[in-house]
């Protein structure tokens, strides 16, 4: 046994006991006479003492060549500490020590193992075994380990059963561009790796077995955007003989759970919006609703008056920054220098003061007068002491900016709590979405996905009018989640292939066996999957990824710790059948 | 909500009540005036009743154009049955149908959905979602679900931490053939597929997660053999601050949580061998011992006597057969004709039955007397009504040629049950086995085991001789899992980089970032890694990994349902840099 306890147990009630323990040096403090070390292992840290008068000499002389992360081991007796660390849990003692091993030598650190450290995101990339000593890093591990497993135990109790797909799948053309894995023993054939496990799934569910989940890592061959994976985890589900209520029921019951388990935090039930509203109302599909702000469109009040900005304008809408009246001349130009930023691209912003005494203040005084601005505050849902921010232009364009300006003002104004948490179901998401390049509808979720019975007649008269059965979670202005009911019929399943533009041949090709797989007999059955990266990361309270991914990547698709990717023998691709270009 | 009930659940407390069930059509007997319809889900199955006296006219036509496997869902009551069936949990009631809709129809499946098939393997594999559908493969299923939550709860409940590695890593020369992928960012260069999370579990400890696990796809490119999958799960563990004791009594443990808890078997303290031992007694060093015939060597009792075939041998080894000294001649002569098949390759068997009388008669009594063969009996520890079974020639093959004579034997005896466990630790491996092919020595378990400190010393001398602080866990005739106390030093890995043959250049490219993390304070580790299919296969009794794997791949690593691997576009190939042979 290489220790007794860890270095984060030992307290007062263990005074006078024999201890072993094990750990890495966090830091040494040598007065002459006395040698304090502190040791450090994954539970905590406890303090070491040296001393000349009571230690034998040669372990006193040994501890002097003690190292930053040296790895040791220390038998010794567990003594009251003469100044406590009330900020700590061992603070109340320290071991006097009588042997010392010293288990591995340590080089210097290329970066300070602290909670606050000296070291940027490539040197801690490249060294991730050494950032993962750190707490932030290491806490985070573990907080993605407690998720994983009370994910598992609600699944589980709900009768869902946990079953691997396979990693070795088949390439599609739809959707994202795959990893490939060529084949040595079949000759110019690759498998794919699985963006997701959607068919797989569904293979279950036409399988007999009704409630599947699994945390599965899934794969993208995308351009990586800061804080996107090339591998990624999914909480992927899928139940059959159900319905939309039943589903948004079961996994909004799974993220209460996970609030009230991982967090200890109640919410009430999840507020459920249309895509359509959500669009309207904060100018996307994934609205923050830790605070208000809502959409006020203002083309009735703001129009056919002298403006010709707003006249001319498709949309007139605004928000109401709450408390803002006050924000400064300074204050409001930094706010349209910010959306007039090419990455948000307005061309300019129309501001409203709603003082404290009723009246109104604008940047646009000279058209409208306060009974006009009145109304405005009455659409925008703005109090006294508010300040109204209005865009104008093309509809599509001015809600995007000013979502972007939304969520811009509530980090300003603090809104944005990393300890508060609003969910909410965005459903009834269009089933198709018309992609420019390509000059056809796309599936906006998968084209596995149900369109509303009701929407069904307007498939090829209006397909962009067609409803999903598809809805997302949304947490803190994040897609944490998304899945749809899907298509069970084989008839349907064809029809929805032509309208995304494949032949027969290739969607037979494609996804043959689960038409075919249709014909024997599927039930009714839908799903969803969560982003357990993301999903771990807000609940942490945190903005990134990475930092609660074990080895992630860089931007460029490379583990720079491993240096992976890399070149491969001439004799492994002879053996693949390739070569390269 | 598609049902009120499962079709498992319903029984005489149910009666009256008004329920809704949906499943697959299991059978239906139609007796012109009754219709009698067996409805089936992943819980059980209830029998409907469809009565032209009591049911709508349009009910009992529509139910009696159901076929096999339609998807159907009705409403009806709880009756009590006419001729219940006690053998089955919904045996004493029926539902009397009021409502009958068909939610999808079915064509006739390729095999029939029953416990005991028509299907051969083929059409099993292609139509995999409609073998699901069948109790044996649906309840392996449900089985392996429950072991590995049984495992992350144990692991979980002792501090492992669940970490998540990384899918796409760097191919490595050493081991088996990586599967890898083209990069489409980093030209001409290529991921491989983890064979193991080996590596970043070390990587792990020398961060300070000091115990960490992970139910994990492996991958490996081999030829397969039977039942052998080019992507398998491990269960894989790693410790840091553990010397070999630690692990196994960790992990000695959890089989023993999962024999209790899954199985309901308590078993004692595992037997504890030397790689040596077991091949002196067994013959090989994965040894079923839920029987005895324990290898007797026979050289020191049966050489020098005027048996040239045994003065000649190597080795001369017996077992012997319980209570089969009553053998005919035919079934002796059958036993004889099995060890000389190409397969097992010996030249011949002696054999000696042990008469219930003391007196023994054998093969070879013109060469050996009485007294001889009772030294033979006491050298193989055979008792009065055995079958003492000899063979000879060199000692390693005889050995295995010995061994699978031992296990055939026990399988004809039906000594080998498959509700038996016998677990045991086989420990000591050898460090390194030679390879005739390269003419060099490889890693017996992996390059990064740690050689027993007593043997370092004979690492250059005598390297055959080493042996390392590796182990495994052997379950019924199988290695289930195994693992090793792991080098933490850098000059010693370096050491063994070397002996393998490696340049310094190539360990440093292959394992630099390993070697480098040691020099930053690593901890002593060590770890295991169950085979998470073949462990579920032998705790379900049976023989075949495929059984319980969701999808399966064949022989040739085909996918046959999905049909992949497959072609990719030129496109594909084009934006990954590579081209086809």
Chains 1, 2 share one sequence.
Request: a negative charge; charged letters at 30%.
């Amino acid at each position: 046994m290489y220790r007794s306890h860890t270095c984060g147990e030992l307290t007062a009630s263990h005074i006078n006991t024999e201890v072993t323990l094990a750990g890495w040096v966090q830091k040494t403090r040598d007065k002459g006479f006395m040698i304090w070390v502190d040791v450090r292992d994954r539970y905590g840290i406890t303090q070491l003492i040296f001393d000349e008068k009571r230690t034998d000499t040669s372990v006193f002389e040994k501890a002097k060549t003690l190292g930053r992360e040296f790895v040791i081991q220390v038998k010794g007796t567990v003594i009251e500490r003469e100044s406590k660390n009330p900020n700590m849990p061992t603070g109340e003692i320290e071991i006097l020590v009588s042997e010392l091993n010293i288990l591995n030598e340590a080089m210097l650190p290329p970066f300070t193992i602290e909670d606050e450290t000296d070291g940027g995101e490539d040197i801690r990339m490249k060294y991730r075994y050494l950032d993962i000593r750190r707490n932030p890093v290491k806490n985070n591990l573990l907080f993605r380990h407690k998720v994983s497993m009370e994910v598992r135990k609600y699944l589980s109790d709900k009768g869902f059963c946990d079953i691997e797909t396979p990693y070795l799948i088949k390439s599609t053309p739809e959707g994202a561009r795959d990893f490939v894995v060529p084949s040595r023993m079949n000759e110019g054939q690759f498998y794919a790796l699985p963006q997701s496990p959607q068919t797989f799934k569904q293979l279950l569910m036409v399988g007999g077995m009704d409630k599947y989940f699994q945390i599965v890592k899934c794969f993208r061959d995308e351009d990586l955007r800061a804080d996107r994976q090339p591998e990624f985890t999914q909480i992927d589900c899928e139940m059959a003989f159900v319905e939309q209520e039943d589903i948004l029921d079961m996994f909004e019951g799974l993220t209460r759970h996970l609030l009230k388990e991982i967090k200890g935090i109640e919410v009430d039930k999840f507020p459920r919006i249309t895509y359509d509203y959500a669009m309207k109302t904060y100018g996307n599909d994934k609205p923050d609703i830790r605070f208000e702000m809502k959409f006020g469109e203002l083309n009735a009040v703001a129009q056919h008056k002298d403006f010709g900005v707003f006249n001319s304008a498709e949309l007139v809408v605004g928000i109401a920054a709450p408390g803002c009246a006050s924000y400064t001349r300074k204050e409001i130009d930094a706010l349209i220098e910010w959306v007039k930023r090419p990455q948000i691209g307005a061309s300019g912003m129309v501001y409203v003061k709603c003082e404290e005494d009723g009246s109104f203040k604008s940047s646009v005084d000279k058209f409208y007068d306060q009974e006009d601005l009145k109304k405005w505050a009455e659409a925008t849902q703005a109090k006294a002491g508010d300040l109204i921010l209005v865009l104008s232009g093309n509809a599509d364009k001015t809600r995007t900016q000013l979502s972007a300006l939304r969520m811009e003002v509530a980090t300003r104004l603090g809104l944005r709590k990393s300890d508060e948490f609003a969910p909410l179901w965005v459903v009834d998401f269009p089933l198709l979405e018309w992609d420019e390049e390509s000059g056809r509808y796309h599936a906006m979720h998968h084209p596995f996905t149900s369109p509303k019975p009701e929407d069904i007649e307007l498939i090829e008269t209006h397909p962009g009018k067609v409803r999903a059965n598809a809805y997302d979670m949304v947490l803190n202005g994040n897609e944490i989640g998304g899945g749809s009911i899907r298509i069970h019929d084989r008839a349907l399943q064809s029809r929805m292939f032509d309208l995304l533009g494949f032949s027969k041949e290739e969607a037979q090709a494609q996804f043959g066996f689960l038409m075919n797989a249709f014909e024997f007999g599927a039930p009714p059955h839908g799903g969803l999957a969560f982003g357990l990266d993301r999903l771990v990361s807000i609940l942490g309270g945190q903005e990134t990824i990475r930092d609660f991914i074990a080895f992630p990547k860089n931007n460029s698709g490379r583990d720079v710790m491993i240096d992976a990717p890399s070149k491969i023998d001439t004799k492994q691709l002879e053996e693949l059948h390739i070569k390269l270009k």
